[in-house]
């Protein structure tokens, strides 16, 4: 009786992952999945660093833009009830 490795399809799939052409590839394959790797990684970490610094200066900033804007809404709603006429409109 034959063993496994003497199947003309072991030897066929053999001969194939021992190729040149299988071993490039592999090799590029590789390649490529450790680039995509390090580009996520990468990518990741930028946009970490991106929504972080969002946070710490552009969220205050809105809100004392909008805490403004209240401001100036206000002392023209009371500068309307006062009777004086709305400035700045």
């Known amino acids: 009786m034959a063993g496994a490795g003497d199947s003309p399809l072991a030897k066929i799939g053999n001969t194939v992952t021992q190729s040149p052409l299988f071993q490039k590839s592999k090799r590029a394959l590789s390649n490529t999945a450790r680039f995509s790797q390090k580009l996520l990684w990468s990518t990741g970490k930028a946009a970490w660093i991106a929504g972080t610094s969002f946070l710490v200066f552009v ?7 909008d805490r403004e804007q209240q401001m100036v809404d206000l002392e023209s709603q009371s500068a309307g009830l006062l009777g004086a006429p709305p400035s700045g409109l």
Do not use: G, Q, S
């Not at 969220?59 to 833009?65: K, N």
């Open 59 to 65: 969220v205050p900033l809105i809100i004392e833009m």
